[in-house]
């Protein structure tokens, strides 16, 4: 008895010394170079792979039918949001591998079109969440801020790549009816769904309108000016000094910030107001994003704010209070503002617990899925559409 | 008549938070993940971002193969090269130490 009393206990040691060298040294398993997830010319190796999935998605009806489906079980919006960031993602990839450029533009005219058409016949609620119908719109004829945000987006993307000329029009009144519905209500906010305005839709929003003044000769700066105007007086979270995630028609706070959100707004302000959006991502940064171990990850909310857990956060891991949403997101911040070390840190938490499957040289993450995926491409080569715009050396 | 299944026994017995011990339960997570692993388990941990990796499945049977998939997942990661550590420590106590005295 007295030699098993001894060996439970010298075998505990042994336990805990074991796991004091193991836990550190994991990270070094899981790790790698910034340039391996986010390439500073070409596409990295995490690109191609990623993209190589999607586009056999979008050669294989079947394949695309059956993603599409176990998202659309889920969330309608995750349908719609996984063709903008595969069309976002592709207009940076054709101006980073101009050689590939036509199949690129090939792809993204099929999915601009074939959303265009099913806007057309099933009408705004096909792409949004049920409770869209559950009260009107308060702007009249109901449409979605979220929709048409992310298609003119789409559009200008498309057109920034190479000129479209059917899609010129199509982008003109997409924006007109995006600024219009802005300015009709005191704090320039448009409804995604009734009475609710999110902040993701107003960035995305504001850099279709930036766009789209690069390509056409517009100014809307006053516009721009105004929007930050209002946003730093009415629509911030005073404890952290972040953009709230989501707020009436008249401005009234609804959601506090949500680190599923934040980091793109700050990624799409980058066109409108550079050091606001660096602050909001340093701010999010310091709010939101952790290291545990040699692994960053992100929160869904900050410390300040009680929200839940929902659609947009994924699963929220208890104690750390990880977000599988925020988490993603992060690395389109970290990708957007060249935060190397954090960006490393994402992407090695990303190989260590979202459980990538390579298929021949078509990668995905099991625990995400094709929206997910698709915004991960997007973090691996954002950039060069942005300096396009902004003028900045092109890649 | 064949000694083997007897062999089998013989060399898979061990002593209680023994170097062999946890050499043992080390092999017996990796060969349930690898299971688990070989039988495409890891597709249902789409259940992390609300996504069913089946629908005919349904939520409740891909959120339960998921999460069997997570918890072996992190037990081979996290436990197993623990215990081959606490092995490892244990046998070179054993060599080094325990003879001199």
Not at chain 1, 29 to 49: C, E, I, M, W
Not at chain 1, 188 to 211: N, Q, T
Not at chain 1, 223 to 235: H, P, S
């Amino acid at each position: 008895m007295k030699s098993l009393f001894k060996r439970i206990f010298v075998g505990s040691i042994a336990l805990i010394i074991a796991t004091v060298i193991w836990l550190p040294c994991l990270q070094f398993v899981f790790r790698y170079k910034p340039n391996q997830f986010h390439a500073d010319t070409g596409l990295s190796l995490k690109s191609k792979r990623l993209a190589a999935r999607h586009l056999e998605l979008w050669t294989e009806p079947k394949l695309l039918e059956q993603e599409l489906g176990k998202m659309r079980a889920s969330n309608a919006e995750w349908d719609f949001m996984g063709r903008s960031f595969l069309v976002w993602s592709l207009a940076n990839m054709a101006l980073r591998e101009p050689e590939s450029k036509a199949t690129y533009l090939q792809t993204m005219d099929r999915i601009i079109d074939e959303t265009l058409r099913i806007e057309q016949q099933e009408g705004i609620y096909f792409f949004l969440m049920p409770y869209a119908k559950s009260r009107p719109f308060k702007a009249q004829p109901a449409r979605s801020h979220f929709l048409d945000g992310e298609i003119a987006l789409m559009l200008a993307m498309r057109r920034e790549v190479e000129e479209k000329a059917e899609y010129k029009r199509l982008l003109t009144d997409r924006i007109n009816l995006l600024v219009e519905r802005m300015q009709s209500s005191p704090v320039l906010a448009a409804e995604s769904y009734p009475d609710e305005c999110w902040m993701f839709d107003h960035a995305v929003a504001l850099a279709a309108i930036k766009i789209a003044d690069h390509l056409d000769g517009n100014d809307h700066s006053t516009f721009f000016r105004e929007w930050i105007r209002i946003a730093k007086q009415k629509l911030v979270h005073p404890e952290t000094g972040l953009l709230i995630s989501s707020y009436t028609r008249d401005g009234t706070q609804m959601d506090g910030p949500e680190g599923s959100s934040i980091w793109m707004v700050a990624h799409c302000l980058q066109l409108i107001d550079e050091d606001f959006a660096r602050d909001q991502y340093q701010r999010a940064r310091k709010e939101l994003g952790r290291t545990t171990l040699g692994f960053s990850y992100a929160r869904e909310w900050p410390i300040s704010w009680n929200g839940p857990a929902d659609i947009d956060s994924g699963l929220i891991i208890p104690v750390l209070e990880i977000s599988a949403g925020s988490s993603g997101m992060a690395l389109i911040g970290a990708s957007a503002f060249a935060d190397e070390q954090f960006l490393s840190s994402l992407a090695g938490t990303l190989d260590f617990a979202a459980f990538p499957s390579s298929n021949n040289n078509r990668l995905k993450y099991c625990a995400s899925n094709q929206v997910g995926d698709a915004a991960l491409l997007y973090a691996s080569v954002l950039r060069p559409l942005w300096q396009k715009v902004k003028g900045e050396t092109k890649l | 008549m064949s000694r083997f299944p007897q062999n089998i026994i013989i060399l898979w017995r061990a002593e209680f938070f023994s170097p062999k011990d946890f050499l043992r339960r080390a092999l017996v997570i990796s060969v349930a993940f690898l299971i688990a692993h070989l039988a495409g388990l890891r597709e249902y941990t789409s259940f992390l971002n609300g996504t069913m990796a089946s629908v005919e499945l349904g939520w409740k049977m891909c959120a339960f193969l998921g999460l069997g998939y997570l918890a072996l997942y992190f037990a081979f990661v996290l436990v197993v090269p623990i215990l081959i550590l606490a092995a490892s420590l244990l046998a070179i106590r054993q060599k080094f130490f325990i003879k001199k005295i």
